[in-house]
């Protein structure tokens, strides 16, 4: 498959069922370098993880990373290797897990030594204590700063979820530690040919439930916005008690979740009262375009600082211009069969509104036309009344209509005709239609005074 092909999600989720095969159970060793091997705490698609002991040159406890038998491939002895790396430039963190040492088992399985946190998920402590909002928030401040801290040092995790989040209770404060940095990324040339390969060898890497929507892709390019968005799952977790998407879904319906569902506000999911700002700086996190997300972890750090001290956040809900775009994007079969029910009304109102104006237009020219002609016949009879009789015949035709009131004429016009009707009537010895057009004018005066 090329890097240009986008393969569906059955294809997806057959990938990652492959990275979650356990492969032959082979003979564990008793012990590792000058570590005993002592109790199994934990198994991931690599590696499995063994609470150890040293009796010299000191007694104490680590937590002992075997990967696993029969996979030790180049890329994963890679993987391995960068993690190994990894944690060693993150040493200085009280917040990452630290690296003892590593080496290889007498078969030539690499292991790695690291501190070993006594203690539960982040999730698991916040339901165990009972804490409270604030109290939620401030461990994820926790998790920020030293997430920040592998950020600036070019590490970013991309497989940050709860089993990676453990909370030490052994000092004078609860510590969040973060761990298994297994499949981090280096921000680096190298760290880019690394991804590169690994995407060639069609290898998704996160979680599923836990991925950002650029991890689901195989040529999503990851950075460290996938770490906020993770850290926006985990913040929805905080609010509403589950995360944003359901846990009971196929990977590939998982996939498609993440890629193109927006989940709702978290507070609609719970009873706590809390800010809306949480809402707003949950949902910026959980972005599907990591450009909208916080830029950096120190950028969401300083807006959950913002709302622990009742300022004002940078975050806002999304404008409605934006939700229409997203919602066109979802659903571009309708959205582009709506536009040409659109543009098909759009063009018959166009057309309706063209007729109504070339009506009026033409309203206006015949009503422009008849105050010409009424004028016109204004001028006349009022010419006339000053003339000889034999000049009357000229317009006597028309005193009929005027005086029927066939012709509708505005009324100042209608009084001004009667008037100039009248003289042409009386000075023509037309007494009959001289008495009617004064009558009709007398009556007309009246009315227009009355109004």
């Known amino acids: 498959m090329s890097l240009s092909e986008r393969p569906n999600d059955a294809a997806i989720a057959a990938l990652l069922d492959d990275l979650l095969i356990d492969p032959q159970e082979a003979e564990t060793p008793e012990q590792v370098g000058g570590w005993q091997l002592a109790e199994k705490l934990g198994e991931g698609g690599f590696g499995i993880v063994w609470r150890a002991t040293q009796q010299t040159p000191a007694p104490r406890e680590a937590a002992v990373k075997l990967i ?43 292991y790695l030594v690291m501190e070993l946190v006594r203690g539960v998920t982040v ?35 991309r497989d940050l979820k709860p089993s990676n989040l453990l909370v030490a209770t052994d000092g004078s404060r609860p510590q969040v530690k973060i761990i298994d940095f297994g499949i981090a990324r280096a921000l680096s040339h190298e760290g880019q040919r690394q991804l590169t390969w690994i995407t060639r060898q069609q290898r998704l890497v996160g979680t599923p439930g836990w991925m950002a929507p650029e991890q689901t892709r195989l040529d999503g390019i990851t950075d460290v916005r996938t770490d906020i968005h993770a850290l ?8 509403a008690g589950r995360a944003p998407f359901a846990a009971t879904l196929s990977i590939q319906e998982k996939l498609r979740q993440i890629r193109e569902y927006t989940p709702q506000p978290p507070s609609q999911l719970t009873a706590h009262r809390h800010a809306a700002e949480l809402d707003w700086i949950t949902l910026r996190c959980l972005e ?15 807006d959950l600082r913002r709302w622990q001290e009742g300022l004002p956040v940078t975050a806002r809900p999304p404008t409605t211009a934006y939700l229409l775009g997203r919602w066109l994007h979802r659903h571009r079969g309708l959205a ?13 109102t166009a057309a309706a509104l063209w007729q109504r104006r070339e009506a009026e237009r033409q309203l206006q020219a015949s009503l422009r036309l008849q105050e010409l002609l009424l004028s016109g016949l204004d001028h006349s009879l009022t010419t006339i009344a000053g003339m000889r009789p034999h000049g009357y015949a000229a317009v006597r035709p028309l005193l009929g209509p005027l005086l029927d009131e066939e012709i509708e004429v505005p009324p100042a016009m209608r009084l001004k005709l009667l008037e100039a009707a009248a003289a042409a009537a009386e000075n023509a010895g037309d007494i009959e239609n001289a008495r009617r057009a004064r009558q009709q004018a007398t009556q007309l005066r009246g009315k227009e005074a009355g109004s």
């Open 68 to 110: 696993k038998p029969g996979i030790d491939s180049e890329e994963v002895l890679a993987r391995f290797q960068r993690e190994q790396q990894v944690l060693a430039r993150l040493a200085d963190d009280p917040g990452i897990a630290r690296v003892f040492e590593a080496g290889l088992t007498a078969d030539e399985r690499p």
């Open 123 to 157: 999730t698991e402590f916040c339901t165990q204590q009972k804490l409270s909002l604030p109290d939620r928030i401030a461990l994820l401040r926790q998790i920020c700063a030293s997430l920040h801290h592998a950020h600036q040092n070019g590490v970013i995790h």
């Open 232 to 239: 926006g799952i985990l913040l929805y977790e905080f609010i």
């Open 288 to 302: 599907k375009d990591p450009a909208r997300r916080y830029a950096s972890v120190q950028a969401l750090d300083d």
């Open 336 to 348: 582009a069969a709506l536009l040409l029910i659109l543009l098909a009304t759009l063009a018959g």
